[in-house]
C-alpha cells in the first residue's frame, strides 16, 4: 500500500425491508395450446434494491416458476424458468438472464442487454 489505505473508503451498511409475504396475486390461468395445456405450479418473486447514501445504486429482480404441460399420449413434462434481471437507476439499463428446463434439462440460456428500455 503506497498511501496508506488513504483511498479506502469506508461505508455503512444498512439492511433493512426483511418483509415476506404471500402476494394477493393468483397464478396465471393455464394456459391451452395446441394437443395440450401448461399449467402454473409455484412462482417466487424477489425484489432487491441497494441503496448508498440515500441513493439507488442498484435494483435486481428473480423470477422461480414452475409448471407442468399435458400433451395427450405423452408423459407431463416439467418446466421451469429462472429470470435474473438487474437494472441501473441512472441509465434504466437493464440485464437479464434467463434459463428455461424441461424436467431439469436446459432448454435455454438467453442473456440480453437493454441499454435503451423504453
Do not use: Y
Not at 9 to 27: C, G, M, P, T
Not at 76 to 91: G, M, W
Amino acid at each position: 500500500m503506497t498511501n496508506n489505505g488513504q483511498d479506502i473508503v469506508a461505508r455503512e451498511i444498512e439492511l433493512s425491508d426483511h418483509q415476506s409475504e404471500f402476494s394477493e396475486k393468483k397464478l396465471s390461468i393455464p394456459v391451452l395450446q395446441r394437443g395440450g395445456v401448461i399449467v402454473p405450479t409455484s412462482k417466487i418473486e424477489t425484489k432487491t434494491t441497494v441503496k448508498q447514501d440515500g441513493q439507488i445504486i442498484r435494483q435486481n429482480t428473480n423470477i422461480d416458476a414452475e409448471g407442468m404441460e399435458f400433451k395427450k399420449g405423452q408423459e407431463p413434462i416439467k418446466r421451469t424458468l429462472k429470470l435474473d434481471q438487474a437494472t441501473d437507476p441512472e441509465t434504466k439499463a437493464k440485464l437479464s438472464h434467463a434459463v428455461l428446463t424441461e424436467n431439469g434439462e436446459t432448454t435455454k440460456d438467453l442473456m440480453i442487454l437493454d441499454e435503451h428500455p423504453e
